[in-house]
């Protein structure tokens, strides 16, 4: 077994332990493994993407961060999981009791959920659907509805305020974020995310879609309500918006859904723009994962550089400049493929 | 489809934004009413940090008042204990030495500095500029330390006496005040280059609180709001009291009025007090740093006003004396105060957004508002 | 300046001009405040509301109205005083020609207790809503849990 072949590996060795069961029960017991696995991914890269960012962040502003629990602070993240684990659990006499309490819930699932179709590297997509990218996309949009229910749920003015804040501007750019996949989903001619790495193998996306990256980049960044497009927390403002009355797991669960949802944009930026796993030398997961971590990185250098964005310039923002020119980019798009048809293939 | 819309209505929603709220800069609470994001209606709600230093003059000596004044303005306290001292000394008719007066221009220039630079780091900070809260902090950082180095006291100094100041300066006070003003233009280039310029700062500052020349003097504005105004009205030129008239200095204004040139403001008159500095010390002379005063400080009967141009405009002193050991009467025309009468004024038509960025950019310390 | 103060007596006859260590102070009837006010203002150059505040006198049994007035940018400076009734303070509000006056009248207000009619929103500013009495009179004492 090839450090290449780790996952896939192992993968086909636990498949081997169920050779006489049933089609359905290895189909059952590898979902319920793909999540184990998944799940843990999420977690840990929570864990230790706030102390990334704590660290970061700490050294863009000439601090040191984190670093009395365990070598250079590196415990800090799960000693602050255990305090959280051990808060108490808080809910509003005048919280609407359901709403409030499923809202952390659901907006975790979707937050994992969106893992199912990331290629992490060869052959390792967990449900490598045909309809990939608008499965991702669709998933992520229920976002909105958990954001809203807590914002809602909690009956307080500051969360009301943030929720709205939330549906106004997930909902306006999901748009470009949508138009902007669709020129990558032209180029290569289909939605099944393994089939876009695929495609890359010559030439990654974001050399014949530089515009479509940075819309890309743009709206995932309003889509994880990191700064400057933070509105929906707002802290200065509306104290953590939606999240405001959360305490302990509840909280930690929209915040672990945060970490989640940023990775998982950075990992789709990777597998549309960045040529997924694919590179020379190291093994293909290790490659998606560097790649994703810069990307990570683009994102936390962004949020601690700028100030946050006024709500009516955000959404102008978006439907006079982002969406303008996400269209225009399809259409360039378009047309340059029927001109490289017509160029290579002499016909239209 | 019309039916329904028919049905929808809007409703105002109050939203109280404070005591507790990281944007309001103490215990200040603003009774916002929302329609949406947009704010129709403001009412400041003060008096949380409310201790009665006027009431409490009035039963200590004039010398165990200057401790009070350096919980006004918590975060000049040099230039609260320069209005008072002077304030007495007016009524008094005693002379200060020289050396006292210059080491009083550094303090005071100091603590505006300090002033300055939280203004300027938590406005950075209300708009989420998180990295731009640092370098003006690690400045301030040094200031405080200088002001330990002096007095032994960081934040609540009452450096200042009657007559002079309470200790002459240690013997490495003057290179570590120079090392400090050859790295402020550092800082303030940084903050130009980390908010200043920022597109979406500017953007946000911008237009945003605007007011006028004419309201804001009708509103009784005073200090950088009313020079962000246009208005080169400064008391240390206008009618310099103490020593002010021995040095060269600028009178910065922008002619906007809005958040941005009330924040830009406080950057370029950070440029004008390190010159101020500059100059103090090379004039600075030797000798006493007290005059001879009475052990129990007497005032003649009477009454004085006395102003300043504190951190955050003009501070006033009025104070009556009955002829005894202790102040009849000690008013506090306090900026601050004044200049939260005008928040509502030029907040109302903004966002919350707005509204946050309008309290930063008005400089606020609920110490000084409240007394 | 002092020419400019006889014209003053000449068009307020009540007036009364003290000399003051710092500058002239003009004492005028209550009544009288705001034309003369409006004079400074709006002829005299007096543009600026620096301070308003009020001093207690209880042997007297008066409360003194302290105005301070600033021309901007001339830097002249004027006090204006108006001695008012103890049991009854009351004097008009300046909230009209200078917005400034608002806070400073409510504070006088809920410190000194002096009434200000013609304001348009006159009430406790730094003391809470149910608090007793006016701290700054002297005859308000100071008293500690348990002492005196």
């Keep these: 077994m090839t450090v290449e072949g780790i996952f896939t590996g192992i993968a086909a060795y636990l498949r081997g332990f169920l050779a006489g069961a049933p089609p359905w029960v290895v189909t059952l017991a590898m979902g319920v493994l793909y999540l184990i696995g998944v799940l843990a991914f999420i977690f840990l890269n929570a864990l230790y993407l706030i102390y990334l960012e704590r660290k970061i962040s700490a050294y863009m502003q000439q601090r040191i961060g984190p670093n009395r629990l365990g070598p250079h602070g590196l415990l800090q993240s799960v000693a602050d999981a255990v305090k959280l684990l051990g808060k108490e659990d808080i809910i509003p006499r005048g919280a609407d009791r359901w709403v409030f309490i499923i809202a952390p819930i659901l907006i975790f699932i979707p937050a994992t959920m969106l893992y199912a179709v990331i290629p992490f590297g060869k052959g390792m997509v967990p449900a490598d659907l045909n309809i990939g990218v608008f499965y991702f996309l669709a998933v992520a949009s229920t976002t909105t509805i958990a954001i809203l229910m807590g914002g809602w749920g909690s009956n307080n003015k500051y969360a009301l305020l943030g929720s709205m804040r939330c549906v106004a501007q997930m909902v306006s750019y999901e748009i470009p974020l949508t138009f902007s996949i669709l020129g990558v989903i032209m180029l290569a001619g289909s939605l099944q995310t393994s089939q876009i790495v695929a495609a890359q193998g010559k030439v990654w996306y974001i050399l014949l879609q530089p515009l479509a990256f940075i819309i890309y980049f743009v709206a995932a960044t309003a889509e994880v309500n990191r700064a400057p497009f933070d509105l929906v927390e707002g802290e200065q403002e509306i104290i953590a918006g939606p999240y405001i009355e959360y305490t302990g797991m509840r909280y930690a669960l929209f915040y672990l859904s945060e970490y989640a949802n940023l990775v998982s944009v950075s990992a789709l930026a990777v597998t549309l723009f960045l040529g997924g796993w694919q590179g020379p030398w190291l093994p293909s997961w290790l490659w998606f994962l560097i790649k994703v971590y810069i990307m990570i990185f683009i994102f936390m250098w962004v949020r601690w550089t700028f100030p946050r964005i006024r709500i009516d310039h955000l959404l102008s923002f978006n439907w006079k400049v982002l969406l303008p020119l996400s269209l225009a980019n399809i259409l360039v798009t378009g047309v340059g493929i029927k001109i490289y048809q017509l160029l290579t293939l002499g016909r239209w | 489809m019309a039916a329904a819309a028919e049905n929808l209505r809007t409703e105002e929603i109050q939203l109280n934004m404070g005591p507790q709220h990281p944007s309001t800069h103490g215990v200040y609470r603003a009774l916002l009413t929302l329609d949406g994001e947009k704010v129709v209606g403001v009412e400041n709600i003060i008096g949380y940090l409310h201790r009665g230093i006027e009431k409490l003059a009035e039963d200590r000596t004039y010398t165990q008042v200057i401790p009070y004044t350096d919980r006004l303005d918590y975060l000049a306290g040099m230039l609260n204990n320069l209005g008072y001292v002077q304030t007495v000394e007016k009524l008094m008719g005693i002379e200060v030495p020289e050396r006292a007066e210059y080491l009083r221009v550094i303090m005071a220039e100091l603590s505006r500095l300090a002033s300055h630079m939280v203004m300027v780091a938590s406005m950075a900070l209300d708009l989420s500029g998180w990295t731009a809260w640092f370098p003006p902090f690690r400045e301030r950082e040094r200031i405080l330390d200088l002001f330990e180095m002096a007095c032994g006291s960081r934040l609540t100094v009452s450096y200042m006496r009657i007559g002079g100041v309470a200790a002459d300066i240690p013997p490495g006070f003057l290179p570590a005040l120079e090392s400090f003003l050859n790295d402020l233009p550092r800082m303030i280039a940084e903050m130009n280059g980390l908010i200043t310029g920022n597109e979406i700062f500017i953007a946000r500052c911008q237009g945003v609180g605007k007011i006028d020349l004419e309201t804001a003097l009708a509103y009784g504005i005073t200090g950088p709001n009313l020079r962000a105004c246009g208005l080169p009205f400064d008391l240390r030129k206008a009618r310099p009291y103490g020593i002010y008239d021995r040095f060269e200095f600028d009178i910065p204004t922008l002619n906007n009025g809005d958040s941005y040139d009330r924040f830009v403001i406080r950057l370029l008159e950070m440029e004008q007090s390190a010159r101020i500095i500059r100059q103090a010390m090379d004039q600075l002379p030797e000798g006493p740093v007290q005059a001879k005063v009475p052990r129990v400080i007497k005032l003649p009967r009477g009454e004085v006003y006395h102003q300043i141009e504190g951190a955050k405009g003009i501070l006033g002193f009025y104070l009556v004396s009955d002829g005894g050991s202790k102040p009849y009467r000690l008013h506090i025309h306090s900026p601050s105060f004044v200049n939260l009468g005008a928040l509502p004024r030029i907040s109302i038509g903004g966002t919350v957004q707005d509204f946050v960025v309008n309290i930063a950019s008005i400089d606020i310390v609920l110490g000084e508002v409240d007394r | ?148």
């Design chain 3, 1 to 148: 300046m002092d020419n400019f103060i006889q014209e003053l007596q000449r068009l307020f006859p009540d007036l009364e001009v003290r000399e003051g260590a710092d500058m002239p102070a003009l004492v005028v009837p209550a009544d009288q405040l705001l034309a003369l006010m409006a004079e400074l203002k709006e002829k005299r150059g007096f543009n600026f509301l620096a301070d308003l505040t009020a001093v207690d006198y209880p042997e007297d049994k008066r409360i003194e109205m302290v105005y301070h007035l600033l021309s901007v940018p001339g830097m002249a400076e004027i006090r204006v005083k108006v001695n008012l009734d103890r049991q009854q303070p009351e004097v008009p509000s300046l909230t009209a020609l200078w917005p400034a006056a608002n806070v400073q009248e409510r504070e006088a207000f809920d410190l000194m207790g002096v009434k200000f009619p013609g304001h348009p929103d006159l009430k406790r500013i730094l003391c809470p809503d149910d608090f007793a009495g006016h701290p700054l009179r002297k005859d308000f004492r100071l008293q500690t849990e348990g002492g005196e």
